[in-house]
């Protein structure tokens, strides 16, 4: 019997969180960018590299979260999606989005569906994990569907207004790019939690 899109949404979302948790304490980054205090690192893995930015946030961390989990503000501090579309909410919580990503002249747009959930621990560190999903959503027509092995928010709080903030992304882009791109992709991944810093300290909500 095939199990419900509830059931297969936390089995997927699960293994995301442990993924994520398991990752975000790993070692062996290298460290490849500095700028505006955040560190930008990544490491090897099986679909092309594995990105990790981390910078310290002068707000409590129940405030990045509530700005973070929104959907509609994507496109704000993942500057390559230019939509976002939520196709389902599930009972207990997660979403399944629709969200298109722009590449430049030369390079097929992306598309992924992805299923993205919260999770709180005893230590009050907020996980915010996002992972692919068969939804039956169409491929849209000119866009090459992607596979999101992981893009995930981790918040910690230090202080009662201040937390740290990693985002750590790895993506099959489903096909060759070139090596330019593949390094500005790399980079702008890496300035997420900085970008995510600025437009918080700026007002945004």
Not at 29 to 51: A, C, N, T, Y
Not at 139 to 150: P, S, T, Y
């Amino acid at each position: 019997m095939e199990a419900s899109l509830n059931q297969r949404a936390k089995e997927i979302l699960d293994r995301a969180m442990h993924d994520l948790k398991q990752v975000n304490e790993s070692g062996g980054w290298e460290v490849f960018g500095h700028g505006k205090k955040i560190e930008q690192m990544r490491k090897p893995s099986d679909v092309l590299f594995l990105i990790r930015g981390v910078c310290t946030i002068p707000l409590d961390h129940e405030t990045v979260k509530a700005f973070i989990e929104k959907p509609e503000n994507r496109p704000k501090f993942f500057n390559d999606i230019s939509e976002v579309q939520v196709l389902e909410t599930l009972s207990d919580g997660p979403q399944i989005t629709h969200n298109v990503i722009k590449c430049p002249p030369g390079v097929s747009d992306r598309d992924s569906v992805t299923v993205c959930g919260v999770r709180i621990d005893d230590e009050e560190n907020i996980y915010i994990a996002e992972r692919s999903i068969d939804y039956g959503y169409p491929a849209q027509d000119g866009k090459v569907r992607v596979d999101l092995h992981m893009s995930g928010f981790v918040i910690q709080p230090v202080g009662p207004r201040e937390c740290t903030l990693a985002y750590i992304f790895n993506l099959d882009p489903k096909g060759a790019l070139p090596e330019a791109f593949v390094n500005v992709v790399q980079k702008k991944q890496a300035k997420v939690p900085g970008i995510v810093r600025e437009l918080l300290k700026g007002g945004e909500r």
